[in-house]
């Protein structure tokens, strides 16, 4: 795959485990997201990074800590989840969250499934 | 706070038929309307946007049409063809914030 990947595609983890979710863009980028996808729910953003600086974040449990190393790659630890979290999370880049051109490029996104 | 309001929540067609998806935003600062596609256990793909300062937009059997006064705007496909089953998403964003707020979504299902 080119473009935003994503791994693992599918984590089946218990409410006391500590796991990451990679994102990794190749498109040069200098923006990069994470979404929430549930069931019969519109994409929910959790954060949103600029130029590896967070400058949203929506409200999301503290349980899920974003970090932003460079431009190219976005994590998801995650850490004392509970059931309801389980969903598919998404990860877009975009060129940068200011510039004319918003189109945001999605990755194949993580299935997570909290027992 | 900024909400986006999707109808109908699933639509269903025969292939050939035309489709629309009709969207409402609460933010009159929108001015980015993006339509994204999602194939099922795929990932969301942009099929078409339009910018505030565009009324309608068009590209082959896809069309959008924005109303910026009564913060509407719809999506259109012409000629259906069952390839163009999916759940489709629209979203409103600020050009300055990055954020996109995204409908419920629609589920379109073309008959053949």
């Known amino acids: 795959e080119t473009g935003v990947t994503q791994t693992p595609r599918h984590l089946v983890m218990g409410m006391t485990n500590k796991k990451s979710l990679k994102c990794e863009q190749h498109?040069?980028?200098?923006?990069m997201y994470w979404y929430k996808q549930s069931a019969k729910k519109p994409l929910e953003l959790m954060f949103v990074?600029?130029?590896?600086?967070?400058?949203e974040n929506n409200s999301v449990p503290s349980r899920f800590s974003p970090e932003c190393p460079n431009s190219s790659h976005l994590f998801l630890h995650l850490h004392t989840l509970q059931p309801e979290d389980s969903a598919l999370y998404l990860c877009?880049?975009?060129?940068?969250?200011?510039?004319?051109?918003?189109?945001?490029?999605f990755g194949p996104g993580t299935r997570l499934t909290v027992l | 706070g900024e909400n986006v309001e999707q109808h109908p929540s699933t639509l269903s067609v025969q292939e050939g038929d035309s489709a629309v998806i009709k969207c409402t935003y609460s933010?009159?600062?929108?001015?980015?309307f993006p339509w994204y596609k999602q194939e099922l256990g795929k990932r969301p793909q942009l099929i078409i946007d339009?910018?505030?300062?565009?009324g309608e937009k068009k590209d082959q059997r896809i069309a959008v049409t924005l109303n910026k006064t009564a913060k509407h705007f719809s999506l259109h496909i012409t000629e259906t063809q069952p390839e163009d089953s999916a759940v489709y998403f629209c979203?409103?964003?600020?050009?300055?914030?990055?954020?996109?707020?995204f409908g419920q979504g629609t589920t379109l299902q073309v008959k053949p």
């Open positions: 990074y600029n130029f590896k600086e967070q400058t």
């Open positions: 933010d009159s600062a929108s001015n980015y």
């Open positions: 498109l040069g980028h200098n923006a």
């Open positions: 339009i910018r505030s300062n565009v």
């Open positions: 979203a409103a964003s600020k050009s300055n914030t990055g954020k996109l707020i």
């Open positions: 877009a880049s975009s060129q940068d969250r200011t510039s004319g051109s918003n189109e945001q490029f």
